[in-house]
């Protein structure tokens, strides 16, 4: 059996939690967010007089007073860091590759840093590190593709468009 549930707001402590498949008066309250499912699946066991373990829930979040489009922004926010994630260890890990192979042809860690973008003290740590564990160049998997950070620009604004926010693009500011 599968259920919608929606949370519609805060009832002072505590999140008020809507099941209309059940009527209108089928309302639940969790004091968590993450204790929401587990609260409307017992509450529908017990109305529907089923086993917990019978009942999938699906847990919409809807606007809260003035906060609009919460669920779909909150998706969109979640996307984007973990794409952002994606991007730093990548950044990461071809910065540490560049300093690495810089620093084996003697360049000075100052000009290190202003090519890398960072302090002349974290290139001497990255220096010592890629010395130690050599780390592939990012751009050299990628056959020095000129175009990877385009594309990653071109992933976060398809991002930005998949969840209708189209006009808080990069591209459109």
Do not use: C
């Amino acid at each position: 059996m599968k259920f919608e549930a929606h949370v519609t707001g805060r009832e002072g402590r505590w999140w008020a939690v809507e099941i209309p498949a059940l009527g209108e008066d089928a309302v639940t309250q969790a004091r968590r967010l993450s204790e929401v499912e587990s609260e409307a699946r017992d509450y529908i066991a017990v109305s529907e007089d089923v086993a917990p373990s019978t009942v999938e829930v699906e847990v919409i979040i809807d606007d809260i007073g003035q906060a609009k489009d919460v669920q779909e922004r909150s998706v969109w926010i979640r996307a984007a860091r973990k794409l952002i994630e994606q991007l730093e260890d990548d950044v990461q890990r071809e910065t540490l590759a560049l300093t690495t192979e810089l620093a084996a042809e003697n360049v000075p860690m100052r000009e290190i840093a202003q090519l890398v973008g960072t302090t002349f003290q974290r290139v001497g740590q990255l220096a010592n590190a890629g010395a130690h564990q050599p780390t592939p160049s990012l751009w050299a998997i990628t056959d020095h593709d000129p175009d990877v950070l385009e594309r990653a620009r071109s992933a976060l604004i398809a991002l930005f468009e998949s969840a209708g926010l189209a006009e808080s693009t990069p591209r459109s500011r």
